[in-house]
């Protein structure tokens, strides 16, 4: 099963004959994840998420391409396509299997994660996508993780695990990656981030390992990496150990840095205060 980064929360997967694209939206290289995707899967409707012009294109030149998302997204397409491809999208909701030939799809998540109490809270699909054996989580804008059961027991081969967004604290990607302990990570919903924030990003989650032992693999747009169960391009098992060996501190819970470049929030700082008075 190759996954290939097109930027932000774009991959495209692929495996026996059959290509899925997940979230072509404008922050990434939407045209180029489907110009030979049989399949798109679509969390929701955010314009970072969906690229409606480019999808459009797609369709009109692709006649077996099939779209797939939630009610919510199939209503924003149905308005705004040519009439003679809408009939090619799709509505699933979580629980949902799809089967693509050589790759199977199972739907989860369920609402958006918040962004401000002001702001309504959207569908957000997230997808389970296995092939080869290995198994892939995309989650969306959220922390959602697969339903009890799902995985079999297995450890997660690939999670995509976002690292920027307003919806979202860097040390809840870190919990995520922690509760979820899949094999590798990519981070992904990163188009907002400076070249500061990229490296402190790749310091927390790479070089520190602060989310456990994982092959953490940041991707450049059109990068790919092969996954099969347990592994990463046949070296995922034997990387993480041989960094569990050379570094047994990365087994521990570790705790973050206090001072990451970033500002304490003004709650942090009244704890502090209230923690280091004695008369309280």
Do not use: K
Request: charged share 20%; with cysteine.
């Amino acid at each position: 099963m190759r996954v290939t980064f097109h930027g932000h929360a774009c991959v495209t997967v692929r495996h026996g004959g059959q290509v899925v694209a997940v979230d072509p939206g404008a922050f990434s290289d939407a045209a180029g994840a489907l110009r030979d995707a049989d399949t798109v899967l679509l969390t929701h409707q955010h314009p970072d998420h969906l690229d409606v012009a480019a999808l459009g294109a797609a369709l009109a030149s692709r006649p077996s391409l099939a779209v797939w998302g939630s009610e919510a997204v199939a209503d924003v397409l149905r308005g705004a396509l040519a009439t003679d491809t809408t009939s090619r999208v799709h509505v699933v909701a979580p629980g949902d299997r799809l089967d693509l030939g050589g790759l199977e799809v199972v739907v989860g998540g369920g609402l958006h994660a918040v962004i401000h109490d002001d702001v309504p809270r959207l569908t957000n699909l997230a997808y389970l996508v296995r092939g080869d054996g290995g198994a892939l989580w995309h989650p969306g804008d959220s922390f959602d993780e697969p339903a009890p059961g799902l995985l079999g027991g297995e450890r997660l081969d690939v999670l995509l695990a976002p690292v920027s967004a307003p919806w979202l604290r860097l040390g809840e990607t870190i919990d995520f990656v922690r509760s979820l302990d899949p094999w590798v990570v990519v981070p992904v919903h990163d188009a907002v981030l400076s070249d500061a924030g990229h490296a402190l990003v790749d310091r927390l989650l790479g070089e520190q390992r602060t989310g456990g032992t994982y092959a953490y693999r940041p991707l450049a747009v059109g990068e790919s990496l092969d996954v099969a169960a347990g592994s990463l391009d046949g070296a995922a098992d034997a990387a993480a150990g041989a960094l569990r060996r050379e570094h047994p501190e990365f087994g521990e819970v570790a705790l973050l840095e206090a001072d990451e470049t970033v500002p304490p929030r003004p709650e942090e700082a009244v704890a502090d205060v209230a923690r280091s008075d004695p008369a309280r």
